[in-house]
């Protein structure tokens, strides 16, 4: 009689089973940066509410004019940035000046305006006015740096003619405005007191020109706060 032949058993037994990976340093990883988020979320939202009205150029504000409330408008600005100037206080500026030319649309600081004069000790201002024939097309703007010329005039002659047609070599623009004449402008410069008696007599009687110098130009008297 043939024998059956006999399997062997195979033990199939369990799988062995992966164990699981705990990693409870990247877990806390993740908790810290949804933490991180909702704090950050939350001081944004914070610092939205945090906001106050503060000053903006509402025009260009030219150089030493006198501030008033109709150059400033309010925008929405975070009350921590201390360098802006709060509406509230705009009573604080009126009346003082520009330190430099501020552009339309500037959020404004307290150092940009000084109750200091333009006007130093050894220097005076003079008002010229000069016609569109003696002047550049556009009129000189505060804080520019101008040439005075002596030239001749269509009129009465000046019988006290300068050996040199320069008057003032170089002199700052402190202010503008309209001339008496039509098409004319006044321009007020800052020139040392020993010049200023020669710069308005030629601006008296139509002798005096007047050019624009480079930006980077030094007068000999200058404002000693600009």
Same mark, same amino acid.
């Given at each position: 009689m043939a024998s059956t032949a006999t399997r062997?058993? !195979?033990?199939? #037994?369990?799988?062995?089973? *992966?164990?699981?990976?705990?990693?409870?340093?990247? $877990? *806390? %990883?993740? %908790? %810290?940066? !949804?933490l991180v988020g909702a704090l950050? =979320? *939350?001081? %944004? !939202?914070?610092? /939205? +509410?945090?906001?106050? /009205?503060?000053l903006v150029a509402s025009r &260009? @504000?030219?150089? #030493? =004019?006198? @501030?008033?409330? *109709?150059?400033?408008?309010?925008?929405?600005a975070a009350t921590d940035e201390g360098h802006l100037f709060q509406a509230s206080r705009i009573g604080e500026i009126e009346g003082l000046r520009a330190t430099s030319t501020i552009p339309a649309g500037t959020l404004v600081s307290p150092q940009m305006f000084t109750v200091d004069t333009l006007v130093p000790d050894g220097g005076e201002a003079v008002g010229v006015v000069v016609d569109p024939n003696r002047r550049p097309s556009d009129v000189p703007e505060a804080g520019e740096v101008v040439r005075l010329y002596y030239v001749a005039s269509g009129g009465a002659a000046n019988t006290d003619v300068p050996d040199n047609p320069v008057v003032?070599?170089? $002199?700052?623009? @402190?202010?503008?405005?309209? +001339? =008496? &004449? /039509?098409?004319?402008? /006044?321009?007020?410069?800052l020139v040392e007191s020993d010049a200023a008696a020669d710069v308005a007599n030629y601006a008296s009687t139509g002798n005096l020109a007047m050019t624009v110098l480079p930006d980077d130009t030094k007068p000999a008297i200058d404002w000693t706060n600009r």
């Open positions: 062997p058993v !195979v033990d199939r #037994g369990r799988m062995p089973v *992966a164990r699981r990976d705990r990693r409870p340093a990247l $877990a *806390a %990883l993740a %908790l %810290l940066l !949804v950050g =979320s *939350a001081l %944004l !939202v914070f610092r /939205s +509410g945090d906001r106050e /009205s503060v &260009d @504000i030219p150089f #030493g =004019s006198v @501030i008033t409330r *109709a150059d400033f408008r309010t925008a929405r003032v070599d170089a $002199a700052r623009v @402190i202010g503008t405005g309209a +001339g =008496s &004449d /039509s098409g004319t402008e /006044s321009v007020t410069v």
